[in-house]
């Protein structure tokens, strides 16, 4: 399919992201519509013209409109872009295709793997849409405020359809928004599942006090497992030192805007898994996903340790202290190894 100039986008999921990203389109393109399932929540929102409850106070632009209905919000655009958990990702896009029309393209903005099957984004989307329909993947680090409150962000956009690609950076990009591309679809996936649960061991390990050196080394050795599990699912090196591998991994892991962060230290407090997401109050993803890395990365015969002790922690009760100690007693071994 040939580039096209996009002027009409549908944005499916109104959470926090969602809203921002529907904003950052809505700055660039004349018609951009913003669909949710709770009716009572696009009242208010059309009302109001902000997303008081996910995103306050970050203003709609006058062609952002809020959307009820699915086929309406989807009727005559160009593209869209899907904005919803990764398990909520299948029946998402179970209910666009019964309205998708002809010629319009994909985009999600999902990170994580699907629960039980550990399917990439992409893989799951392949199965739903077939493999004919233009897709792309967009992550990097971005925290949704700071978005919202146009502040300077950088993302990937990843799609085997060059075109598609260079289609959403012009879409996205401006001089405040940066977009790159890549062809990796397999490696930005990864980035974005595998970061959330390496967020969580970081936010342990500063909740237990232990300090500038440990997060270092966390990060350090979490981004080598990144790496081993993404290559041999067949992503590029390369991507994993990229916006959306190191740079969605930094920002995850050091800023407590990051909710997977946020888990971690809750975690470190003693507080339980459940009390720590009702607190939280939205989604954390490295919860769900630290079960299906540890699984995959089983399957794969894939060294993890960090993911390991995070599954652990999350999914099988070990204690904090516990999980931090099998890392920190693990025998010496060549870095590169």
């Not at 580039?3 to 921002?20: E, F, Y």
Request: charged residues 20%.
């Amino acid at each position: 399919m040939s580039s096209q100039h996009v002027q009409r986008m549908a944005v499916l999921g109104a959470g926090s992201w969602g809203t921002a990203l529907a904003i950052q389109l809505a700055r660039r393109l004349p018609d951009v519509r913003l669909w949710a399932r709770d009716a009572r929540a696009i009242v208010e929102m059309t009302t109001a013209r902000e997303n008081r409850r996910y995103l306050p106070s970050a203003f709609f632009p006058d062609s952002l409109t809020p959307i009820a209905d699915l086929a309406l919000a989807v009727s005559g655009v160009d593209d869209v872009l899907v904005v919803v958990p990764s398990h909520g990702l299948r029946a998402c896009l179970t209910a666009l295709c019964a309205v998708l029309e002809p010629g319009q393209r994909v985009i999600w903005a999902t990170k994580g793997l699907e629960p039980e099957s550990a399917l990439l984004p992409h893989a799951v989307a392949a199965e739903v849409l077939g493999r004919s329909r233009p897709t792309a993947a967009l992550s990097g680090p971005s925290f949704a405020g700071e978005v919202g409150r146009r502040l300077p962000t950088a993302v990937t956009i990843a799609s085997a359809d060059g075109d598609f690609a260079l289609d959403m950076a012009r879409a996205f990009h401006d001089g405040v928004f940066r977009v790159y591309t890549t062809p990796d679809v397999i490696g930005v996936g990864v980035g974005g599942a595998v970061k959330n649960v390496l967020a969580i061991a970081v936010g342990i390990s500063d909740g237990l006090g232990y300090g500038a050196n440990a997060r270092a080394l966390l990060i350090t050795r979490g981004l080598s497992e990144m790496i081993r599990l993404g290559t041999t699912l067949g992503g590029l090196r390369d991507t994993f030192t990229g916006m959306a591998g190191l740079g969605d991994l930094l920002l995850t892991c050091t800023d407590d805007q990051s909710r997977n962060r946020r888990m971690g230290l809750a975690l470190a407090a003693g507080a339980d898994v459940d009390s720590a997401q009702a607190e939280i109050g939205q989604v954390v993803e490295g919860v769900r996903v630290a079960r299906e890395v540890h699984r995959i990365a089983g399957q794969l015969g894939v060294d993890m340790p960090i993911a390991r002790q995070a599954f652990a922690v999350l999914h099988e009760g070990v204690p904090a202290r516990d999980a931090v100690r099998q890392l920190t007693e693990r025998p010496f071994r060549a870095e590169n190894d």
